[in-house]
């Protein structure tokens, strides 16, 4: 069975995030006491007494159109409302009610979903005497806590399971084994639009204004049977240009999406190039292993011919000469063109990404590999290469044995290398090459 869905919803700074971490026991939601932190939609799992239940965070609702950012703030709390089997409205004690909180309520009234009253950063028992003006919110459970604290933390989730049972929601097979994709990039590369242009739809906040996505934001999507599960990420900026903890906090959650990922999607501007700071990001993921498939977004834009792809990408490729054996695909998330060809692509480099060898084949490979280029003698030393073996997969590890295994030159190195790229295809995947003395 699918697991039951809670939303917490609430204005700016009421402690969403705070109680979003505690309950998942971890700091997944990036939490400061500037407002507005939490944009998007933010998924976690909650286990509490043989029960779960996935928790959704969103950012603070605010009703009027103030600006294109809180408007699209509010939307995505919206839509997890409609998501949601149970929503959490959470108010601040400490502060009363204000007009955003009646607006939430009468909200969450309209929306005849069993609801909750969370109020919040009531730390002691000698607070309760506050709680008594939220009763004319008009929502009939409510129980007080300190996200912070942990205080009645747990008789909250005992209402949660509570409220949930009987609750029975139906989910399909997700088939084989589903393939983690993180989407990387400088800010406004695009990222986010290419997730909603794979999802056809707007689960993610796309705005004009660098920066938008701080989080780094799963969405599981299936596709020919397979499942994906896409992870955006926040813009990686330059460290000398980390302006605040809030950015710095987002570019270590995009580290570690990468760190988590099968393969990584690099998305670059089609407009402004393959710049210093795109190719630091490429060393990152090609450092930790990861497949890799270079995305240049915003094609439409790009004044082209019918040789102007090929140069683009000898002029990546003069650049960063590792990337000469990782596939480049031009498209528009804004016209859909092409976009359809990133998860087939995916999931080929993930298939060589996780691929086994036999040792048989392996060594019969070898055996035509020497022959044709012998390596090259070193300090009066006559080298022989006598047996490959396959030591590993995600990425493909390969250990050489020989009788002087420290004398291997890295030009040697780099033709082995591409000779297992050429008789095996394993294009988008990197590959760790090891020697042994036999």
Known sequence: MAKPIVAIIGRPNTGKSTLFNRLLRRRQAIVDKQEGITRDRLYGDVEWSGDSFSLIDTGGYIPDDVNVMDAAVRHQAELAM??????????????GINAIDEDLAQLVRRSNKPHLLVINKI??????????EFYSLGIKIMISISAINGRNTGDMLDLIV?????????????????????????????KSSVVNALLNQEKLIVTEIPGTTRDAIDTTIKYHQRTFVLVDTAGLRKKAKVRDNIEYYSMVRTFNAIDDAHLVLVILDGEKGFGRQDQQI?????????GMILVVNKWDLVEKDEK?????????RRQFKAINDYPI?????????????????????????????PTNVLNNVLRK????????????????????????????????????????????????????????????????????RS
């Open 123 to 132: 730390d002691t028992k000698a607070q309760e005497s506050m709680l008594n």
């Open 162 to 190: 509570q409220k949930l049972k009987g609750i029975k929601i139906s989910v399909k097979s997700k088939g084989s084994y589903a393939i983690r994709i993180a989407i990387v990039g400088m800010p406004n590369v695009g």
């Open 82 to 95: 409609e998501e949601a089997h149970l929503i959490l409205l959470m108010v601040d004690g400490r502060e």
């Open 282 to 290: 490429v060393r990152r993921v090609l450092d930790n292993g990861k």
């Open 329 to 357: 695909l031009f498209i528009s998330a804004k016209t859909r063109q092409r976009v359809t060809k990133l998860l087939p692509e995916s999931e080929t480099v993930f298939t060589r990404w996780k691929r086994t060898i």
């Open 369 to 436: 590999t020497v022959e044709r280029y012998h390596p090259p003698a070193l300090q009066g030393k006559n080298i022989k290469i006598k047996y490959i073996t396959q030591i590993g997969t995600a990425p493909p590890r390969f250990t050489f044995f020989t009788n002087y295994p420290n004398l291997i030159k890295d030009s040697y190195k780099n033709y082995l290398e591409n000779q297992l790229r050429a008789h095996f295809d394993l294009n988008g995947v990197p590959i760790k090459i090891t020697f042994r």
């Open 308 to 316: 102007t792809q090929e140069e683009y990408k000898k002029a990546i």
